[in-house]
């Protein structure tokens, strides 16, 4: 009986001394670098990253958007490359952000803008390869009156890689 209970405890003793495993450690991005990716909504829309000159964490960002509307006359509304704000900062290689944007000329109407917000969220996999999900709303707005609104109805994923 005695055998046994010193097996015991040296079998749980083995167990506490051995290392825990960790997961792996954050990864921080790269200073100076432009990350692009295509949004996987039904009309694919184009997206980067810049990454700080002096600090990889900060983020500037302009962001893609494909929606259904309501009102307005307006059916969907698509865009790439608007430019999004404020600055995304990362830490421990993740990020997620309350985004804004603006485009003028929307459909080809002068006059017409579009107002966007988005919420951006990700991580990086490597120092210069970021994943993230982009989920948003807009408002069409003409002579300063919404006019439609639309809103991104599945959150679309983008993989961000170095341009060459």
């Not at 929606?67 to 969907?76: A, Q, R, T, V």
């Amino acid at each position: 009986m005695a055998f046994c209970r010193f097996t015991v405890i040296g079998v749980l003793l083995a167990g506490a001394v051995a290392s825990p495993a960790f997961a792996a450690d954050p990864v921080e991005p790269r200073k100076g670098l432009v990350l692009k990716g295509e949004l996987d909504f039904p009309r694919v829309q184009k997206m980067h990253v810049r990454t700080g000159a002096k600090d990889g964490s900060r983020l500037k960002v302009s962001l893609g958007f494909h929606g259904k509307c309501k009102g307005g006359g307006l059916g969907e509304l698509w865009a790439s490359n608007v430019a999004a704000r404020p600055e995304v900062r990362v830490r421990d290689g993740r990020f997620d952000a309350e985004l804004t944007g603006t485009t003028r000329g929307v459909g080809g109407v002068a006059g017409r803008t579009g107002h966007f917000t988005w919420t951006f969220s990700g991580r990086f996999t490597d120092r210069d390869v970021a994943v993230a999900t982009v989920r948003g709303t807009a408002e069409v707005r003409a002579g300063g009156k919404v006019v439609s609104r639309c809103e991104i109805r599945k959150p679309a994923s983008v993989r961000l890689t170095r341009s060459a």
